[in-house]
């Protein structure tokens, strides 16, 4: 594996950290909205991650090399329809169904912030990987003096 292969596959994994940091930021600013465009309420968005693709030939000749990996992509932002919404007693709110319940977004806030804990982790992992791969070029630079 080259050493530009090694900083490629921390910048991707940092690329998409901070697309999932984006939007678990989203989650959290939405936490108590309502009525999106479309006059429902807010549903959590999660990030879905794959394997970068690889073109057959470079594939094969990573694989006879001994290398595996590509870095990471966002294939997908998908909302969560898994989880139930949170249903609220308050027949004065604007937004209120005929038995006086308000919807609110299926966010809970502790998850989030657990997930922003991780995600802020793999960044500062990947972070590591990239200085540490740039500091080994640098030193392999230095050898010829």
Same mark, same amino acid.
């Given at each position: 594996m080259s050493m530009m292969n090694g900083m490629n596959i921390s910048a991707s994994?940092?690329?998409a950290q901070r697309l999932r940091m984006d939007i678990i930021s989203?989650?959290?600013?939405?936490?108590?909205?309502?009525? /999106? #465009?479309? $006059?429902n309420a807010y549903k959590r968005k999660t990030v879905v991650f794959a394997e970068k693709d690889a073109t057959p030939f470079s594939e094969v000749?990573?694989?006879?090399?001994?290398?595996?990996?590509n870095g990471v992509k966002v294939t997908e932002?998908?909302?969560?329809?898994?989880?139930?919404?949170?249903?609220?007693?308050?027949?004065?709110?604007p937004d209120? /169904? #005929?038995? $006086?319940?308000?919807?609110?977004?299926n966010v809970n806030t502790v998850q989030e912030m657990t997930d922003l804990i991780d995600a802020t982790r793999s960044y500062e992992a990947n972070v590591t990987a990239f200085n540490a791969s740039k500091?080994?070029?640098?030193?392999?630079?230095?050898?010829?003096?």
């Open positions: 994994g940092m690329t989203q989650n959290i600013a939405n936490v108590n909205t309502t009525r /999106d #465009e479309d $006059g000749l990573m694989k006879a090399s001994g290398n595996y990996g932002i998908s909302e969560d329809n898994e989880t139930e919404m949170r249903k609220v007693y308050d027949p004065s709110h209120a /169904d #005929e038995e $006086g319940y308000v919807t609110y977004p500091s080994m070029a640098l030193k392999g630079l230095e050898v010829g003096k």
